[in-house]
């Protein structure tokens, strides 16, 4: 199985200030269509997990354009520009390429 | 667009358990139908898929043998039958669609299933 690694694992930050979570795959996530299938979800508290980010970059209707993805081939990024309180809670990197689909340990984001 | 699962409960191991989601908004038959679940405090985990015509499964090492995938088109409902339970079984058990790509875009609020003598 594809494995996906995180980091970091727990991520306390100031309201306002940015913050970076890495994500790297153990395969090329790249497709011969040119596609590269790299998605991030969110998972505030006792939330279902939302979909953020599809293949890489492209943020989801409703998605504030404070958060972005960044990356390529096997690393990968999101990036919260200013992150705001309701931003807290588990963000997991997952690869949609390879089967069995695999999701990253998740990173918790928390407010100092 | 909305996914609604239903079905978990408190159950011994070696109980069986049929877990249901109902879907509504979207051309149903088109769409992958998933399940994913996430054990307590831990992260999420793919379990199985369904193609849009029933003719295509797949599972997880983790379940396969145990586990059947279904859906009835009919009734925009996607079920995962769970045999032989036992407690690494237990979590929130969340459905979710794909289609041509675009994955896991729209979730349901899961269902619990706990396993415990």
């Known amino acids: 199985d594809v494995v996906m690694t995180q980091s970091p694992l727990s991520l306390p930050v100031t309201l306002g200030q940015p913050a970076s979570i890495s994500c790297k795959s153990s395969h090329s996530l790249a497709h011969t269509d040119g596609n590269t299938y790299l998605n991030w979800f969110q998972q505030r508290p006792g939330q279902s997990p939302r979909r953020l980010i599809y293949k890489v970059s492209n943020r989801d209707s409703g998605v504030p354009d404070r958060f972005s993805g960044s990356g390529s081939g096997t690393d990968f990024t999101l990036t919260v520009s200013r992150v705001e309180a309701e931003d807290v809670g588990v963000y997991y990197c997952?690869?949609?390429?390879?089967?069995?689909?695999?999701f990253g340990q998740g990173t918790k984001v928390e407010i100092k | 667009v909305q996914l609604v699962e239903s079905g978990g409960d408190l159950v011994q191991p070696g109980a069986s358990l049929r877990l249901s989601c109902a879907a509504s908004g979207f051309t149903f038959k088109n769409y992958w139908m998933h399940w994913v679940r996430q054990a307590p405090g831990k992260g999420l985990v793919w379990v199985s898929r369904?193609?849009?015509?029933?003719?295509?499964?797949t599972y997880a090492d983790s379940v396969k043998g145990r586990f059947t995938i279904s859906r009835d088109n009919a009734r925009n409902t996607v079920y995962l039958q769970m045999n032989s339970l036992s407690v690494e079984d237990a979590a929130v058990y969340y459905c979710t669609r794909d289609a041509a790509g675009n994955i896991f875009d729209v979730w349901g609020q899961g269902t619990m299933v706990t396993v415990s003598s």
């Open positions: 369904v193609s849009g015509d029933g003719s295509s499964i």
């Open positions: 997952m690869q949609g390429l390879h089967w069995p689909r695999t």
